[in-house]
């Protein structure tokens, strides 16, 4: 009786320890992904495609990179100076738009730690692209995100493979370096994008909002998410909202759309889904890195404030 109380008494002191390992893990990943220099081989698998890209990144301010496909057509991402200059994706010339994210990591990963909705723990160790790492798992605790198991280099914190599992526990997309020099400083050709940029035109402004200002609310949102911007478009009652769990992002989109215009159908690209419905004379698009369900529910929740 004695042995099993003091079993019981260690499981519970030792798993507030592993938590906040596995949180320190996370937070140094964080850093390390954007921070570090680096040059190695990516592959990324999503739903029965897989592609292979060369990394080459230049960490601190500014931070630079460029991402080149090594299967498939010739392409290539290139992100430095606040913006992103894509080649030969679905075009002759090459495009250059504001800053999106470079790398496909785990998004804000620290967050799941202190977050009600995730488990965070040390799952383990392994070895990728030759180098020691240390497992983490970030285990959803409803289907309303995704679950993730990360594999970070043990020296440096960086992120060297990543699966990202559905609540059926099936896997949804991953990637993992089958190579790379932490460390080495990319030369300052493979930062450069491969022939002159054509910028594109700038979006139409936007005002920011304060969240009270909002024309369009949602009601019954999945557990967890919650407003954190809104920004006013310059057609009657556009509206751009971003929904967040601190891990997921969901953006919402409300614009005019006449009666006679199509909807884009409901569909998902590995871990992004996309859901549309007309809602009084408006077109309301979800668009997040969030199981098919939580955009639908998000999407049939939007009504006008009031």
């Keep these: ?12 002191l030792a798993m507030p320890a592993a938590a906040d390992e596995a949180a320190e893990l996370l937070a140094r990943m964080n850093h390390a992904v954007h921070a570090l220099d680096y040059v190695g081989t990516l592959v990324y698998g999503e739903r029965g495609r897989m592609e292979t890209l060369r990394v080459y990144h230049a960490g601190g ?6 991402l080149v496909s090594l299967t498939g057509e010739p392409r290539e991402v290139v992100r430095q100076d606040g913006r992103v200059t894509c080649i030969g994706l679905g075009g002759a010339d090459p495009v250059t738009f504001p ?8 998004p804000q990963a620290a967050a799941a730690a202190s977050s009600p909705h995730y488990a965070v723990s040390v799952a383990g160790s392994g070895r990728i692209a030759g180098r020691d790492a240390v497992e983490v798992a970030i285990q959803a605790r409803d289907a309303f995100r995704y679950s993730f198991r990360a594999w970070l280099d043990r020296d440096s914190g960086m992120l060297l493979k990543a699966v990202r599992f559905g609540a059926d526990g ?10 790379i020099a932490i460390g080495q400083r990319p030369d300052e050709a493979d930062l450069q994008p491969s022939g002159a940029a ?3 035109p700038s979006a ?7 969240p009270a200002q909002a024309r369009w609310t949602v009601r019954d949102l999945p557990p967890g998410f919650s407003l954190v911007s809104v920004a006013a478009g310059p057609g009657e009652g556009e509206e751009h909202q971003v929904y967040s769990d601190g891990l997921a992002s969901v953006s919402v989109y409300v614009e005019p759309a ?49």
Aim: aromatic residues 4%; hydrophobic residues 45%; proline residues 8%.
């Design 1 to 12: 009786m004695a042995r099993g109380v003091a079993l019981l008494l260690f499981l519970l």
């Design 61 to 66: 301010q500014p931070e630079r990179e460029r």
């Design 99 to 106: 800053a999106a994210p470079g790398l496909p990591s785990l």
């Design 170 to 179: 099936a896997t949804v997309d991953q990637l993992m370096f089958t190579d």
């Design 198 to 200: 054509q910028v594109l």
């Design 204 to 210: 139409p402004a936007t005002t920011s909002l304060a």
């Design 258 to 306: 006449p009666a006679a215009d199509p909807l884009a159908p409901a569909s998902n690209r590995g871990a992004i889904s996309v859901f549309s419905r007309r809602q009084d004379g408006y077109r309301v698009v979800v668009i997040g890195d969030v199981p098919e369900r939580t955009a639908q529910r998000i999407a049939h929740g939007v009504v006008a404030r009031g």
